[in-house]
DNA sequence: ACCTGAACACCGTTCAAGT
DNA sequence: ACCTGAACACCGTTCAAGT
């Protein structure tokens, strides 16, 4: 019995446990060891996109070879997503103030979770396609439901609300992101008025408000939802 | 001046202006078109998945060259594109009775857009990593606002209603993707509760509940902040 | 004028052969 | 015992050569 089997294929975010000894070569430090390979997996990431990023790239940037990575990781997806992972630990879910309201704890949870998508753009992609189960995303999602359940919150809500703002945030970020040219809402307003006219009318009252406004104001929806379910 | 220019890559969605006369063999039906080519291509992601969709077997399901493709499309993404805007197509946006309520209007989109993704699931990874701008997608955009407007909703708060519901949706979806293994739901309760005691709390009231539940609980709760908003 | 085989420069992954 | 060059079976994309 190893660690706890993961959803989907077999374990895939958690490290493979090592082969035959522990990979260490230096005497007490790590010398080169996995963490480390998967922070220069982030910072490729960070600073070339993952669409540059092969096990070729990571390989050399580690001086060392494709077939090395195999030892240390089962294929390629699970180094995206333990650097997801270590993304996501940068991330402070609760309100470093003693005892918040929920809404503080959600707010704060929504607010760190998109810092941590402004660092790191371009996990967007990787984050989306796996709910992440790695141990920060764990450790965060614990942290945050903790907190709601001693804040009242009947659990069955609160796994709910953790959900929601997740999606809320990462939903924002998608749209948010302006690909290689202009932003979305200046498409929308140059297109034909004539055969668009509801798009055209909202387009320019998109534009009106800046991100973070925005970004505030549909969290906010939401949380008054969920205030409102609660005072069921 | 040829159509609107799209965001980012130079209209990465458009169809490719074809590049002499038009590419027709036969007389006046169309033979094999550029429409045949996007709904073959729909079908293989459908009935494969987008992981083993390339352009090679796309080609030899058409009798034909990847070469060719290139005489039809800008490259895959374009394809993927259409694909994902051609499934949009099916979906009914507003309410077949009469004049709804905005809280209908949405509610309908929303179901719609979930419909579609259930029996399109392999689409989500296309239809996450760009907002779709396809002819389709601008169509029931336009109708779904131009309905919101109708029933007097301030511009800005339409605008940002239709994404709202949008990203809900396409969140629930990637939540509720099982992967190839147990439900999500299993895995967090499975965790050891002494060291994730909230996560162990709450998992077992996610399995209470069915998916058709708990989308229209969010849904619900996403049109309630907004019913608040409106009323303020 | 249209189509395409074959090439190009890559991938992720594996394994026999090195040290 | 550990590492890796080189291969394998693919990609998306291009273009010279066919008809």
């Known amino acids: 019995m190893t660690t706890t089997p993961a959803p989907g294929s077999p374990a895939w975010w958690t490290r493979r446990t090592t082969p035959a000894p522990a990979p260490r070569r230096g005497r007490g430090r790590p010398s ?40 240390h990781f089962a294929n390629k997806d699970e180094i995206l997503a333990l650097t997801v992972d270590l993304a996501l630990g940068e991330a402070h879910t609760t309100p470093s103030g003693g005892p918040a309201e929920w809404r ?35 450790a965060q999602r614990e942290r945050v439901l903790a907190a709601l359940l001693h804040h009242g919150l009947p659990p069955a809500l609160a796994a709910r609300a953790f959900t929601a703002v ?38 320019e009252s998109l534009t009106a408000i ?23």
């Open 210 to 232: 800046g991100p973070d406004d925005e970004f505030a104001f549909g969290l906010g929806l939401l949380l008054d939802g969920l205030a409102q379910q609660i005072d069921r």
């Open 166 to 203: 997740g999606h809320y945030v990462i939903g924002f970020a998608v749209q948010q992101r302006e690909f290689d040219g202009p932003p979305l809402a200046d498409y929308y307003g140059r297109l034909d008025p004539a055969t668009h006219p509801a798009i055209a009318a909202t387009a």
């Open 104 to 138: 503080d704890v959600l707010s704060t949870m929504g607010h760190q979770l998109r810092a941590v998508l402004a660092r790191h753009p371009s996990l967007l992609p990787t984050l989306m396609d796996h709910v992440p189960v790695g141990p920060n995303a764990l």
């Open 32 to 71: 080169l060891d996995t963490d480390q390979m998967v922070a220069t997996a982030l910072r490729l990431i960070d600073e070339h996109g993952v669409q540059t990023f092969s096990l070729r790239t990571l390989a050399d940037a580690l001086g060392s070879s494709t077939a090395t990575l195999y030892r």
